[in-house]
């Protein structure tokens, strides 16, 4: 049996070899294929945070062979050329080299007796001026933007480009960006940028001539099917035995996410062995303090800072909790979320009045925060989860549907699991 350390089969959050699992629905990695083949459209890849996206890509697009660039890094536009140059090895700045030659004649013009400027050699007058040739090297420079040398560099390549993350931009950039490489796009060039799908970027509104030249593939929630299949993999190649009925449990409390799922299985493995084991290891059950675990280092960073809300010079209200206890109102709306989902685990989008239900229910009657208060509170924490660049925007407040989403499969998995006030 070959040896494998645990981390390298179960691996979170980043490309799995032994555990890559190949999904069925919607053919995606076809679909991803095809791109190669002068699509002349924008491919987007959309879902939800941890579904998978980033693995996907890079399985048809390797870093290896393609141009990848992190949205979650870029503050200018230029950010993102620059790190194009970088790994294709282009430059702004390109200089030619030339010789010029130059002849002299080092002759001297005599004048007055006593000068003799010839001499008469065989019979014949001889002018014996010295002639002498120069050379000279001529530098001349020329420079590019990081945009007009980034998209030189990759139309001379033909390598693909990749944007992750590329909600994360600023509109504006979206747009620019976007413009900047429609000529690729025209010419064949694959170009594939990945993204949430809750109006964080629209290529069609950034760029209007975009219409009808996007390739959309759109990644679903993972199956039981689907994430059962990575348990099933990996522990065998670790001696390790686990019952079906545990990968379902741990499937269902997934969240449709890979990634937790990865998480999941590297912590039952890593509780037994380091590599795989000479003899055959059998996990029996699985307690809840796994979950737990695992819940508190994903989700609670994020929680913690919309607990905290933005600055503000006063303390908050107080409100006083039915069971004893007092929070405030972005603790208790927060309080509020996870009951509902505990009482609902595969919940994702929340209706407005049944969050300010479940506020009612947590809080004594003369505690209880107005709508417009709700409201404002919803619209803050969305601004933090937003501008944190240690996290990903967690929730996403469709004012007008009066509907909040969680986007993020962690911060729910979190709100389940973590223990996020004192009740």
């Known amino acids: 049996m070959k040896i494998l350390r645990t981390m390298d089969v179960f691996v979170p959050g980043g490309m799995p070899q032994h ?43 390797p870093k290896t062979t393609s141009i990848w660039v992190d949205g979650g890094h870029v503050k200018i536009e230029d950010d993102i050329w620059n790190s194009v140059l970088e790994q ?15 002849r002299s004649t080092d002759g001297k013009l005599f004048e007055g007796k006593g000068e003799v400027p010839f001499v008469f ?34 139309r001379k390549s033909k390598k693909s480009l ?36 809750h109006r964080r970027y629209d290529a069609v509104k950034v760029e209007r001539e975009m219409t009808g030249r996007i390739e959309s593939i759109d990644i679903l929630p993972w199956g039981t099917d689907e994430l059962i299949a990575i348990p099933n993999e990996g522990f065998p190649l670790l001696n390790i035995g686990i019952d079906n009925k545990l990968c379902i449990k741990l ?33 029996p059950s699985i307690q809840n303090n796994l979950f737990i675990k695992v819940a508190e280092g994903t989700g609670k960073v994020v929680f913690d800072k919309l607990a905290k809300g933005p600055r503000q010079r006063a303390d908050r209200k107080q409100r006083t909790l ?5 929070v405030d ?25 049944k969050l300010r239900l479940a506020i009612r229910n947590l809080l004594l009657k003369d ?26 925007p967690v929730i996403d407040l469709e004012a007008d549907e009066r509907k909040i989403h969680i986007t993020d499969p962690f911060f729910a998995f979190y709100l389940k699991w973590g223990v996020p006030l004192k009740k």
Do not use: W
């Open 88 to 102: 294709i090895g282009g430059r702004t700045q390109i200089e030619t080299h030339s010789k010029e030659s130059t």
């Open 162 to 197: 990749i944007i992750d993350d590329f909600h994360y931009l600023d509109r504006h950039v979206q747009g620019d960006v976007i413009r900047a490489l429609k000529p690729l796009i025209f010419d064949g060039i694959p170009v594939i940028i990945i993204a949430i799908p």
């Open 367 to 392: 505690s209880v925060p107005q709508a417009q208060e709700i409201t404002r509170v919803l619209k803050e924490m969305e601004e933090i989860a937003s501008k944190d660049e240690s996290s990903i």
């Open 329 to 353: 109102i972005y603790q208790a709306t927060l309080l509020a979320m996870a009951q509902l989902l505990q009482e609902e685990p595969s919940l994702q989008t929340i209706e407005y009045e």
């Open 322 to 326: 039915k069971t004893g206890g007092t």
């Open 251 to 283: 499937a269902e409390e997934a969240y449709g996410s890979p990634y937790i799922m990865q998480e999941f299985c590297r912590q039952l493995a890593s509780d037994k062995v380091e590599k795989t084991s000479e003899r055959k290891i059998t996990i």
């Open 121 to 154: 050699k065989g019979g014949m007058e001889v002018n014996e001026s010295i002639s002498k040739e120069t050379e000279r090297e001529r530098v001349e420079g020329l420079s590019f933007s990081p945009r007009a040398a980034a998209v030189s560099q990759i």
């Open 19 to 61: 555990t890559y699992i190949q999904r069925k629905q919607g053919n995606l990695e076809e679909r991803l294929h095809s791109t190669q083949n002068n699509l002349c459209k924008l491919v987007t890849v959309t879902g939800g945070t941890k579904s998978g996206k980033t693995v996907l890509v890079n399985k048809v697009f």
